[in-house]
């Protein structure tokens, strides 16, 4: 019989069913919509622990995922079923990702929370984290907006591969700010993965590249766009709400995507004006909190 916390470096099918079925039922609970990344959670680096799993007689009743984008930062969500809770199960979770993060030498955790989810943003007040930022999650449903460029401005967009790594990794640090290093361990997993697509933006009929944009193609037809920059000089000119819109027309006819989301800052007030422009909307919003390992 199955109990206590199991580490796993990638989850079965079956595990990642049961896990599902918590998630559907703690959303149901606190009318939420807790934030997982199920296509990363499908697709996990073999060897590497990421994925904890807490049993009560053979029955999954509490959940965490570490997400690892940066060498210096990891992202963490979870869970634990309502009829489980005030056991300190997701505290022992917890515990077992800050072991983890300290063999790996990673010094700062980034807790994501739902806004709407009260039991959460109690364990993380208990726990002294530290509230850093918020990010609206936002949905498209319907048909591409169809945008025409201003006179003499063609832009268009193309699939990335490995050829283009250093065009990539340019590029997410202009837009973005990284370090090259997590820059190039960035390109390699969006360029690599099978689920990832990158796009290239281009203008004229030089095609000189001005951006990029990303995706992850998840099961049951939906896709969320990510990683989407423009270089500096080339901001403000119209340019981005082309590249939305051509990218959402690929996700639905090349990929078909039936509802795709992305997330954006609270306070970047003109993305989220783009986004609303192409007919995105509101749904929920995401809070997340720092801990620095001691």
């Not at 990363?40 to 509490?62: A, C, E, K």
């Amino acid at each position: 019989m199955k109990q206590g916390i199991l580490a796993r470096d990638g989850l079965s099918p079956q595990e990642l069913k049961e896990v599902r079925k918590l998630w559907e039922v703690c959303n149901r609970q606190e009318d939420i919509e807790i934030k997982l990344n199920w296509s990363t959670l499908s697709d996990r680096p073999p060897g590497v622990t990421n994925d904890f799993l807490f049993y009560q007689n053979d029955r999954i009743v509490g959940f965490l995922a570490i997400y690892s984008f940066l060498s210096t930062e990891v992202e963490i969500s979870g869970m634990v079923h309502p009829d489980a809770r005030r056991q300190g199960i997701f505290r022992q979770l917890v515990q077992n990702a800050m072991a983890i993060c300290r063999q790996r030498q990673i010094p700062k955790l980034i807790f994501i929370n739902e806004r709407g989810a009260e039991s959460g943003k109690a364990f993380l007040t208990n726990l002294g984290a530290t509230y850093s930022f918020s990010e609206y999650v936002m949905e498209f449903k319907g048909t591409a907006p169809v945008l025409l460029p201003a006179a003499g401005e063609q832009i268009s967009i193309r699939l990335a591969s490995e050829a283009d790594t250093e065009l990539l990794v340019k590029l997410n640090m202009a837009g973005f700010q990284m370090p090259e290093q997590d820059t190039r361990e960035y390109v390699s997993q969006t360029i690599n993965g099978e689920k990832e697509r990158t796009w290239i933006a281009e203008v004229g009929e030089s095609k000189e590249p001005v951006g990029k944009i990303g995706a992850m193609v998840e099961a049951e037809g939906m896709g969320f766009i990510y990683g989407f920059c423009m270089l500096p000089e080339h901001r403000s000119k119209g340019y981005g709400r082309l590249v939305l819109s051509q990218t959402i027309a690929e996700l639905q006819e090349r990929e078909q995507a039936t509802y795709i989301k992305l997330e954006v800052a609270v306070e970047n007030e003109k993305a989220l004006g783009l986004y609303e422009s192409c007919g995105f909307r509101t749904k929920n919003a995401n809070d997340y909190y720092e801990w620095i390992l001691g």
